[in-house]
């Protein structure tokens, strides 16, 4: 259903060395760069499935902010890789919130979770939902 998902930074190289790692864990490969059209940089990771998820200066030139109730997850492929995730992002100045990393009882069941924020305050998640 989505193409893709952007958030904004405030500091593209912190950013890219944060995304580099953190994505690794899902088997993304570094950020492809790229200069848009008005001058601004932008992060480019690509998953295998053709989901996209870019970091770019905002092109307004204001200062990169946070959604309030805003949550960007990416799905795991165990319980193992949901604490990876979290932990390589808090170990690359990620911040664990919420509850630590593990089984939730949701509407779809007990699955497992994991919250952090990026270093530009962007709240995200690592996810896996048993077959």
Known sequence: MLFH???GS???ERSK??????LGV???SGATLNISNSGHTRLFYRHGNGTRF???QPINNEAATVANGSTVAFLCDSPEQVKQ?????VANGGTSIE?????RKTALGVIELAYFRDPDGHKLCGIHIPA
């Open 5 to 7: 998902t952007m958030v």
């Open 10 to 12: 405030n500091d593209i």
């Open 17 to 22: 060395r944060f995304y580099d790692k953190v």
């Open 26 to 28: 899902l088997g993304v």
């Open 54 to 56: 870019i970091v770019t």
């Open 85 to 89: 995730f979290h932990d390589v992002a």
């Open 99 to 103: 509850a630590p990393p593990g089984s």
